[in-house]
Every structure is written in C-alpha cells, then in structure tokens.
C-alpha cells in the first residue's frame, strides 16, 4: 500500500512538473477540462481559416490520420455501413518522459458537414463518448469538439489535467496545420491547371 501512495505521488510531481514546463501553448485553440469523479470531459473550440468541407475532409480522413497526427501510430476503417464507420487507432499519448499508450475501436456517426458523434466498442478505457460540430462562419469554420470518458488509470487531478489539455490541444493544431496544408495545396494547383488548359 505505501508503495503504491508512494508511486502515485511521484507520478503526480512528474506530471506538474512536466506540464508547467512546457513553453509553448496555441492560447487560440480553447480547451476545457473536468475530472468529475471518474468522468473526464474535454470541451475545444477552435476557429479554422477553412471551410466546412475542408475542414470535414480532414477530420473525417481516418486512413492517414496517422499521417499528420504524431501521437497516433496506426488509423484505419474497420468497416463502412451508410453513414456510420467502425474505425481502429492505437498510439501513444507523450507529454516530456510521460507517455501512455492507447487504443480503441470506435463507432463513427457522420452527418456531412455538421456533425461527427464518437461511441467506443472496446479499448484501454472504460469510456469514451465525443461529438464534433462545425460551424461555418463566413469563409471560416469553428469547430466545437466534446468528449466525455472514463480511463483506466488514475489521473492526478490537477497534473492530470495539464496534461490532458496539453495533448488535446497539440492534437488540434497538428489538425489545424493539414487543414490549411491542404487549402494551399489546392489553391496553388488551380492555377497550374488552368494554365495547363491554356485559360489565363
């Protein structure tokens, strides 16, 4: 038993003394986040110089999510049925020499371009439930992001937090960069394929 007092409190100093010593914050992107009991809930909001559809494209690109989001080693579609998908993901959530590996089957609801719910089938958590809406602002999208879950393990509730605002956050920016990566990328091929058709 005192080992165990003993490992949770250098796990707690570990996790503060990591998150206070992060430098770098995107203050722009909004995260909330409550340990209520055994529920956590993260609430984001984030505006996107992008349009709903272009922001949809990203969000909903399961199989290279791998691909622009570092704490994710694997992301495929498990199946396809109308509008629901059953999509895999494992990685690894690293904040400093802290890392918890993770991993989930999930049940996606999709309703273009509004709305994306999340329910998890099986996983290293006991529970997770999230929603994603998108909400066109002239030109811009804001994006409104929701997730109530139960972990497997005990997180240090003010440490904990940190940490968990810390990796919703960073995970939100790397989204954010594919969105515009991939808006630029389109906007300077448009061009060339309009010279190519000899349209000036």
Same mark, same amino acid.
Not at 23 to 41: S, Y
């Given at each position: 038993?005192?080992?165990? #007092?003993?490992?949770?409190?250098?796990? /707690?100093?570990?996790? %503060?003394?990591?998150?206070?010593?992060?430098?770098?914050?995107?203050?722009?992107?909004?995260?909330? =986040?409550?340990?209520?009991?055994?529920?956590?809930? =993260?609430?984001?909001?984030?505006?996107?110089?992008?349009?709903?559809? +272009? $922001?949809?494209? $990203?969000?909903?690109?399961?199989?290279?999510?791998?691909?622009? =989001? /570092?704490?994710?080693? +694997? @992301?495929?579609?498990?199946?396809? #049925? +109308?509008?629901?998908?059953?999509?895999?993901?494992?990685?690894?959530? %690293?904040?400093?020499?802290?890392?918890?590996?993770?991993? @989930?089957?999930?049940?996606?609801?999709?309703?273009?371009?509004?709305?994306?719910?999340? &329910?998890?089938? @099986?996983?290293? %958590?006991?529970? %997770?439930?999230?929603?994603?809406?998108?909400?066109?602002? !002239? !030109?811009?999208?804001?994006?409104?992001?929701?997730?109530?879950?139960?972990?497997?393990?005990?997180?240090?509730?003010?440490?904990?937090?940190?940490?968990?605002?810390?990796?919703?956050?960073?995970?939100?920016?790397?989204?954010?960069?594919?969105?515009?990566?991939?808006?630029?990328?389109?906007? *300077? *091929?448009?061009?060339? &394929? /309009?010279?190519?058709?000899?349209?000036?």
């Amino acid at each position: 038993m005192k080992k165990t #007092s003993l490992l949770l409190l250098v796990w /707690s100093a570990l996790f %503060m003394v990591t998150a206070l010593a992060d430098p770098r914050q995107d203050r722009d992107i909004e995260v909330k =986040v409550k340990i209520a009991g055994e529920n956590v809930i =993260v609430d984001l909001i984030l505006v996107v110089p992008a349009t709903r559809q +272009e $922001v949809w494209a $990203v969000l909903t690109d399961f199989e290279h999510m791998a691909s622009f =989001v /570092s704490n994710l080693k +694997e @992301s495929k579609v498990v199946s396809v #049925s +109308e509008d629901t998908l059953k999509i895999f993901q494992r990685g690894s959530a %690293m904040y400093g020499p802290i890392s918890f590996p993770f991993e @989930s089957t999930r049940e996606i609801r999709l309703t273009p371009f509004d709305k994306i719910q999340s &329910r998890m089938i @099986s996983g290293n %958590m006991r529970k %997770m439930e999230g929603t994603t809406q998108l909400v066109d602002e !002239g !030109g811009q999208t804001r994006i409104i992001y929701h997730t109530d879950t139960i972990q497997e393990v005990w997180i240090p509730p003010v440490a904990g937090k940190l940490f968990i605002e810390h990796e919703i956050r960073e995970q939100f920016h790397e989204i954010r960069n594919e969105i515009i990566k991939r808006k630029r990328a389109l906007a *300077s *091929s448009i061009p060339a &394929r /309009s010279a190519a058709r000899g349209i000036w």
